[in-house]
């Protein structure tokens, strides 16, 4: 990640997470930024609409690992608000900072909803890590409607995860799940 600028860090400020809930918010503000390029997350810099950039996508990530929140594991709200923000970017350019993100952020819900122990969120969703040092790699470990929950948000859509879909594919795969306790899992494309 590149370094805040003093913008960018006052704008964290105002946005400071206190718990999930106000951390999915912050992640809806983001969201509006993207979709209109105006509002507090793109003020002081040029932001064209339905755009996201590395600095929208650092943000994302200072907000997910804020300290209020970074034992948790990442709640359905946050997950969805970041789903929300990619449906809403029609361009990028932020060299896939926020495809790792959010297939981190993704893996770190989905394991935990499904009993499964998670690093904190500094750990798991740095650039840094590899996601395969942590995620889980069988679908038995995964409750099978965290698969359905996440398929469904990935069907269909204009732009695909590379990601997380790799991840997805490689846990149902690694499963042999029948498509019937999965349906339209392969819907979840590889554009």
């Known amino acids: 990640m590149s370094a805040p600028s003093t ?3 006052e704008l964290f400020a105002a ?3 206190s718990c999930r809930k106000t951390a ?3 992640l ?3 969201r509006d930024g993207v979709i209109t390029g105006e509002g507090p997350t793109t003020k002081g810099r040029i932001h ?3 755009t996201l950039d590395a600095d929208d996508a650092t943000l994302c990530a200072r907000i997910l ?3 209020a929140v970074e034992h948790q594991p990442v709640s359905r709200a946050e997950a969805e608000a970041l789903f929300e923000i990619n449906d809403a970017a029609a361009e990028r350019s932020d060299n896939g900072q926020f495809d790792d993100l959010l297939a981190k ?3 770190h819900h989905a394991a935990s909803e499904s009993g499964l ?3 904190p969120r500094t750990v798991a969703l740095s650039p840094d890590t590899d996601i395969a040092s942590w995620a889980p790699a069988h679908a038995r470990q995964i409750d099978t409607q965290m698969l359905e929950w996440i398929a469904g948000q990935m069907r269909g859509k204009r732009r695909s995860n590379h990601t997380l879909a790799a991840m997805v594919a490689t846990v149902v795969g690694a499963a042999a799940l029948p498509l019937s306790q999965l349906p339209n899992v392969f819907d979840i494309g590889m554009m």
């Open 7 to 9: 913008k960018a860090n």
């Open 15 to 17: 946005l400071q997470p």
């Open 24 to 26: 999915a918010h912050a």
């Open 28 to 30: 809806t503000i983001v």
């Open 48 to 50: 064209f609409s339905r």
């Open 65 to 67: 690992t804020a300290s």
């Open 105 to 107: 952020a993704v893996a």
């Open 117 to 119: 122990p998670v690093p």
